[in-house]
C-alpha cells in the first residue's frame, strides 16, 4: 500500500507543476527550474551564454571560459512543501581554455504519513532524489558553432523503493557576437533507469528545446525566446470544464487549434541590464498560464520576474513565479567567483 501512495503522491505533484506531460515518465525533477534567472525567464531559457555558472545544467553547449572558477547555490521553496536546489561550479584547464563542468540538482519532498489498505497508521516515510552532472562543450574548428554535453548520474529513493539511472544532454550553439544574436538547440535526459523501483522498467523526461536570444542594438535589453517540448507536438489537451451548452443543453467540448499547440511550447524572456551590476528579468510562460488558470479569474498564472545584484565577487538572484492563485514559488541564488 505504501507503494502506492508514494507514487501516486509524486505523480500528483508533478503533474501539477509540469501540467500534462508530467506523469509519463519517471525522475521528473530532472526538468525543474536550475536557478533563479532561469525561473524569471520563464523557466526554460537556453541562451545565456556569460557568467551564468549554472545554465549549463540545462544547455551544456553554454559552457565557456567565461565561468572559469565561479560557484553557484540556489534554493527554491516549491509547492506542497517541496524543496530543492542547485549548486554548479566551472573550471578552465590549459591553455586552451578547456572548461569542465559539474553540477548537482537535490528534491526533498518531506514527510509523509503512510496507511495500510485498512486506514491504519504504518508510520512516516520520505522521498528525495538527486543527479550530478558532468559537462564540457567545444567550439566546431574556427565557427560559431559550439558543441557540448553532460553526462548524469540519477539517484530516486521514494519510502522503501530506490532506483539508479543515467542520462546524457547535447546541445549545439550558434553564436554571433558582432550582433549579439544566439540560438541553440538542446537535447535533455537521453537516458535509462539502472536499477528500477520494483522491477518496471520507466522512461526518463526526456525533452527537446529550441531557443534564440539577442541583444537589441543602442539598448540594455536582451529578448529570449524559447519553444520547449518539441517532442510532443499536440501538447495541448481538452479541459472539459471548458466546454460550452447551448439553449438545446447540448454540449460541445473545448476546440484545440494549431495555434493553442504552438502558444504552448513558448515562453517569451527578457532581460534589462543583462551585463549590469543589477539586473531585472521577467518571462511568460504561455503552457502554464493556459493550464493553470483559473476560468473568470485574473490570477497572472506564467508570469515569472526577478532580479539579480553584483557586489564585488557576489551575486544575488531572486525569483518570484505566478503557477496559480493558490500556489507560487520564490527562488533564491548566490554566485560568488573564486578567481
Known sequence: MKKQLVYAYTLCYFAYGFSQIGGESTYQFLNLVS??????????????????VTQPLYNPATINPELNNQL?????????????????????????????????????????????????????????????????????????????????????????????????DAGLLYINKETGFVATVALRNLGTQITTYAGQQEPLPFELSFGLSKTVQNLPLRWHITLENLQTWPIARVNPARGTTDLSGSFSPEEVTFLDNLTRHLIFAAELFPEG?????????????????????????????????????????????????????NFLGLQIDLQ
Open 72 to 168: 553557484a547555490v540556489n534554493y527554491s521553496s516549491f509547492l506542497g512543501g517541496i524543496n530543492y536546489g542547485t549548486a554548479a561550479y566551472a573550471y578552465t584547464i590549459g591553455k586552451k581554455a578547456q572548461t569542465i563542468h559539474a553540477g548537482v540538482t537535490y528534491i526533498n519532498y518531506g514527510t509523509f504519513d503512510g496507511f495500510d489498505e485498512n486506514g491504519i497508521t504504518t508510520g512516516t516515510f520520505t522521498g528525495s532524489e538527486l543527479a550530478i552532472s558532468l559537462g564540457y562543450a567545444r567550439q566546431l574548428g574556427l565557427s560559431r558553432f559550439y558543441l557540448g554535453g553532460n553526462l548524469k548520474f540519477i539517484s530516486s529513493r521514494l519510502e522503501s523503493f530506490s532506483s539508479l539511472g543515467t542520462a546524457i
Open 35 to 52: 536557478s533563479p534567472r532561469q525561473a524569471a525567464l520563464g523557466g526554460r531559457v537556453l541562451t545565456n551564454v556569460d557568467y551564468d
Open 277 to 329: 551590476k543589477f539586473n531585472l528579468r521577467l518571462g511568460y510562460n504561455f503552457r502554464r498560464a493556459e493550464e493553470l488558470r483559473i476560468l473568470e479569474q485574473r490570477n497572472f498564472s506564467g508570469l515569472s520576474f526577478g532580479l539579480a545584484l553584483k557586489l564585488n565577487k557576489l551575486r544575488f538572484s531572486y525569483t518570484h513565479a505566478r503557477y496559480s492563485g493558490a500556489a507560487n514559488t
